[in-house]
């Protein structure tokens, strides 16, 4: 699981709206709602972070152990063609997913470090974007931006570790220095 700082506040009180929407696109895929997906979309819209299919798996398995894999997966697709949950790559090579209910649109910043997001929103930057869009007649549906960096947390460790390695290189040097003597 990513650990996640997220600004946005998860409107968690009453998901009756969202599954009401899940429920309608399941209809319109001729599927059945059972107990198992109903538990499945619970958990994933309360949740307060991005999960790979398998973050979800151990969530809801602990709370109904005969959940399988690829009902969860299944699920998870389900819940993104009903315009419920996005896919996020935050650069480790697995497909994560987030509830829409979060937030509309944000962006995410990825320390390569430690692997932690931050979340954030720029009207500055909406507005950017869709004004590269319409120059090139596009009407924009979706954008993805991802800033990957060093957090401030493992910046300062790399420093003082920096510091460290500098201090004993110096007294190595300065044994050297004695031994030459
Ligand atoms: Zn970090
Ligand atoms: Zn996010």
Do not use: W
């Not at 699981?1 to 009401?20: I, V």
């Amino acid at each position: 699981m990513s650990k996640t700082e997220a600004p946005f506040q998860t409107n968690s009180s009453d998901l009756t709206a969202e599954k009401d929407q899940f429920y309608r696109h399941m209809q319109r895929a001729g599927l059945k709602r059972t107990a198992q997906r109903d538990l499945i979309v619970d958990v994933f819209l309360r949740t307060e972070d991005h999960l790979s299919s398998e973050d979800l798996y151990h969530l809801v398995k602990a709370q109904d152990p005969t959940i399988g894999q690829t009902t969860i997966y299944r699920t998870l697709k389900l819940l993104t063609e009903a315009g419920l949950a996005s896919e996020v790559r935050l650069g480790d090579g697995r497909t994560r997913y987030e509830p829409n209910n979060k937030f509309p649109h944000h962006d995410h910043m990825i320390c390569t470090g430690c692997g932690r997001t931050v979340e954030f929103f720029s009207a500055e930057i909406k507005r950017l974007l869709d004004g590269i869009a319409a120059e090139h007649e596009y009407e924009p549906k979706q954008h993805s931006l991802r800033i990957f960096g060093v957090c401030a947390d493992c910046r300062r460790e790399r420093n003082e570790r920096a510091e460290i390695e500098s201090s004993v290189e110096t007294h190595v040097h300065l044994d050297y220095a004695r031994a030459a003597k």
